[in-house]
């Protein structure tokens, strides 16, 4: 298994472009099954999870063309096949993604249900009770999800909370409905107002994505079309933490700073210089020692989950005490204890993380447990003195392309071995 050694007290310096948001492209190749017709997706991150998801298509009869450069061209006329298999979902639970697209167009799908993960339980209940909502017949069994339906047709569902695949699943469902559908409580990412732009550039007829109420009217069939991923949010404050831990100063290319907005503010209150420049570039520095930010992860436009465990790195170095509260996902502290291993004092109290700033951390080997949990494993490897080995890296690849490539170029020693 590769492993991935960092040495740290570099500051990063240089520039380096952002990558396709992970979390757009899994429901834009779901939504992709909605159609019969040719649909090319550009700006396609290189990662695990897109590679598990486009093997899922292929599983479904999708016809794949892959252009290194221009992305990737999917032709779904000869989907015949309409499961998706335990050994897939098990490694990507996005993979529910295709239930909403299958049962609309095909009237029929059989997933198998994603079990929990490191962070939760992660029920899928929202997902299938929607769908019960617009008529289709399911049946839980042998771990599987049998759904099937004649037509699905609109209805009022109010989510219960807040859920961003359970918000794309039955939006993409209710685009090829008989008649209205209205999502209340929906998820307002920017992940899902993407999805909504590209499903409505395919023919569907959707209002209100990017707010709690999202209105989608069923049309008859859907046609291909073009679309760009929009740049990950997530890898761009990712990095802009990897600059503050350093006190480096970088420029990232290719992002957009809009849907930055909350964790922009809590790393400005950190005292990292950040400029927004335009045509999607910003730039990070962070002169002065770090001052600590108390914050609480929930549902867009608020601080993201997804940034957490980088934030608790950023807090774990700053000069005094912070509280970092985690409100979406019931076990997402893994990381504390490897944390905990490099010479942070954090303390946890239930969803509480009572964080005391130290003056520096000391490398040592640590494992991965989730996507972002392993980012932040590589934050405080950048920071700490002497050598940090981080283990299960195969967590990061699933989120991040390339990262130890992007750092080398930014300044860092960081290398990855196999075996
Ligand atoms: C999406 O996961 C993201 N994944 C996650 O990113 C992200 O952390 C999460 O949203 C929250 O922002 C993708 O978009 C592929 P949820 P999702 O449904 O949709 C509960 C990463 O690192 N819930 O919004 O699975 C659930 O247990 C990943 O890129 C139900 O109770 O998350 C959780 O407490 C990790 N029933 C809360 O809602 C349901 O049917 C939010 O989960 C669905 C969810």
């Known amino acids: 298994m590769d492993k991935i050694i960092v040495r740290g007290g570099h500051a990063l310096r240089g520039t380096i472009p952002i990558s396709g948001a992970k979390n757009a ?43 290194e450069k221009l992305g990737v061209e999917i032709d779904n006329s000869q989907v015949n096949n309409f499961r998706a298999p335990y050994d897939l979902v098990r490694t990507m639970r996005a993979s529910i993604l295709v239930m909403g697209p299958l049962v609309a ?25 929607g769908l019960r909502k617009m008529g289709a017949q399911i ?8 759904a099937k339906a004649k037509r699905l047709r609109g209805a009022r569902i109010y989510l219960n909370p807040v859920t961003v695949t359970g918000t794309e699943n039955l939006m993409m469902a209710a685009a090829l409905a008989d008649g209205r559908t209205v999502l209340e409580n929906a998820a307002r990412e920017p992940e899902v107002t993407d ?14 994505a990017g707010t709690s109420t999202i209105i989608i009217d069923g049309v008859e069939e859907l046609r291909g079309t073009q679309h760009r991923i929009i740049p990950d949010r997530i890898e761009t404050a990712t990095f802009m933490v990897a600059a503050a831990v350093t006190h480096g100063d970088i ?26 420049q335009d045509a999607g570039r910003i730039r990070v520095s962070a002169p002065d020692p770090l001052l600590p930010v108390n914050l609480e992860t929930c549902p867009y436009p608020g601080f993201p989950t997804d940034l957490q465990a980088q934030m608790l790195v950023l807090d774990s170095l700053a ?101």
């Open 105 to 129: 167009r095909h009237g029929q799908a059989e997933i198998s249900l994603p079990g929990g993960c490191a962070i939760g339980s992660r029920p899928v209940n929202l997902h299938i009770e």
């Open 319 to 419: 000069q005094g005490v912070s509280v970092i509260t985690e409100t979406v996902f019931e076990n997402r502290f893994m990381h504390v204890s490897e944390l905990q291993r490099l010479g942070a004092d954090i303390r946890v109290h239930g969803n509480v993380a009572e964080v005391h700033g130290v003056d520096h951390l000391l490398g040592a080997p640590v494992m991965a447990t989730d996507l972002r949990a392993s980012a932040s494993l590589v934050l405080a490897g950048l920071a700490a003195e002497g050598a940090t080995t981080i283990s299960r890296v195969y967590h990061i690849d699933r989120g991040y392309e390339r990262i130890e490539e992007k750092l080398q170029a930014l300044g860092a020693d960081i290398q990855r071995t196999s075996g």
């Open 195 to 208: 999805l909504a732009i590209f499903l409505n550039k395919m023919g569907a007829r959707i209002q209100g």
């Open 251 to 276: 420029t990232l290319t290719d992002t957009d700073a809009e849907s930055l907005e909350s964790p922009i503010q809590k790393l400005r209150e950190s005292g990292v210089v950040i400029e927004i």
């Open 139 to 146: 049946s839980l069994d042998e771990g599987y999800i049998r």
């Open 25 to 67: 492209t899994l429901p834009a190749l779901a939504a992709t099954l909605l159609t019969g017709e040719r649909v090319h997706l550009s700006n396609i991150p290189h990662l695990k999870d897109v590679t598990t998801m486009l093997e899922l298509l292929g599983q479904h009869g999708s016809a794949i063309t892959i252009d």
